[in-house]
Structure formats: structure tokens, C-alpha cells
T-cell receptor, first 111, second 116 residues
């Protein structure tokens, strides 16, 4: 079992650009959540997807959007990138009634 | 979400027990206490959770105060691989339905340093 896999591992983008990050959940998991972790801080919840719909959202602007596919994989899209969007983006998956498993994250640098 | 308070950092020696405290004075009756840890350059990983009774698993023990306003994560014999940031998190339901709102609220956690 490969666990939660995220791609790419590192990414450099220019301010104003758009970025798409990808997540494949752990086998058997149907719920995917995304988190943003700034340097020295704990992860901050962005949103959660289940049955291809956004079910819960944290305090993030509409520039942050997502999608879940029928195979449960997910994408995080960020538009109009700001320097402050530089962070580690973590994907977590779980199955109902179980704990969340996290991927190793995508390190996004906005220059 | 109910808030938790943890020390910023703690230091311990290898092969000794470690007690990581967490205060959660505003915990509600339906909040589970979860602990996750994040090793350097990795995503967080689940450690243990409990509701009212003390819990043990292969990684750690969780001691919950009788009034549930505080809890302690216990690593019985710390190794260098236990050096990580430990997060104490309150969550209302243990995942319930997939459509439930159960995003985790992380604080800054406790940075555990293990000395050889």
C-alpha cells in the first residue's frame, strides 16, 4: 500500500500564476482533505471532499478551489498566487470512522 | 472549535519516558482528544485518541484527566526517532460519516527534542 501520494514534491511559481496540486488517497479511503502549512506553524485546514463534493471549508479565499474525481483522487487549485501562498500543502485521506493519513506534501514556493 | 494549549517545546533523554501535556479546558462532551505527530520533512501521523478512559497502543499511552480538561501523551521509552512536533487536537466525532465536517484544527504543537 503506497499510502497517500502527492505530486509534485516541489514547485516554484511566479506571483499571479495558477497552480494545481494532486493527491491520490490511501487505498480504500474515500474522503480527502487539504491543509496549508506555513514554516514554523501547524497545518491549517483548507477544505474536505467526499463523494466529489466540497463538504467543509476552512478560512481560505475563493482563490483556493478543489476537485475530487470518481476514483477519490483530488486536486487543489490556487489562482492568482501571492507570495504568502508559499507553504507546504498537505493532503490527508480517510475512510469513515478511521483516522486521517497524511501525504508528505508539496512544497510550493511563490517568487 | 475548542482550543488546546501545549508547551512550545520539551526536552528529554533517550530511553527515558516522556510526558507531553495538553490543556483543553473548554472541551465539550462529544470531543475526542487526538494526538498527531510530525517528524521532520514529513506529513503528520496519527498517534492515539481517546474520549474519557486512558488508552494504550503500540506507539504511546494517553492519560485523560477525570474532568477531561487536560490530557497527557506518554511515550514510555523515547528514542531519537520520536523527535517531532506533537499536536493535541480536539475533534467532535471520530470521522462519523464521510460527509461529516471533521477537518482537523492544529495549533503550533510541542516540539519534542530527544537528547542521546
Amino acid at each position: 500500500d503506497a499510502g497517500v501520494t502527492q505530486s509534485p514534491t516541489h514547485l516554484i511559481k511566479t506571483r499571479g500564476q495558477q497552480v494545481t496540486l494532486r493527491c491520490s488517497p490511501k487505498s480504500g479511503h474515500d474522503t480527502v482533505s487539504w491543509y496549508q502549512q506555513a514554516l514554523g506553524q501547524g497545518p491549517q485546514f483548507i477544505f474536505q471532499y467526499y463523494e466529489e463534493e466540497e463538504r467543509q471549508r476552512g478560512n481560505f479565499p475563493d482563490r483556493f478551489s478543489g476537485h475530487q474525481f470518481p476514483n477519490y483522487s483530488s486536486e487543489l487549485n490556487v489562482n492568482a498566487l501571492l507570495l504568502g501562498d508559499s507553504a507546504l500543502y498537505l493532503c490527508a485521506s480517510r475512510l469513515r470512522g478511521t483516522e486521517a493519513f497524511f501525504g508528505q506534501g508539496t512544497r510550493l514556493t511563490v517568487v | 472549535d475548542a482550543k488546546t494549549t501545549q508547551p512550545n517545546s520539551m526536552e528529554s533523554n533517550e530511553e527515558e519516558p516522556v510526558h507531553l501535556p495538553c490543556n483543553h479546558s473548554t472541551i465539550s462532551g462529544t470531543d475526542y482528544i487526538h494526538w498527531y505527530r510530525q517528524l521532520p520533512s514529513q506529513g503528520p501521523e496519527y498517534v492515539i485518541h481517546g474520549l474519557t478512559s486512558n488508552v494504550n497502543n503500540r506507539m504511546a499511552s494517553l492519560a485523560i484527566a477525570e474532568d477531561r480538561k487536560s490530557s497527557t501523551l506518554i511515550l514510555h521509552r523515547a528514542t531519537l526517532r520520536d523527535a517531532a512536533v506533537y499536536y493535541c487536537i480536539l475533534r467532535e466525532v471520530l470521522g462519523g460519516s464521510g460527509g461529516g465536517a471533521d477537518g482537523l484544527t492544529f495549533g503550533k504543537g510541542t516540539h519534542l527534542i530527544i537528547q542521546p
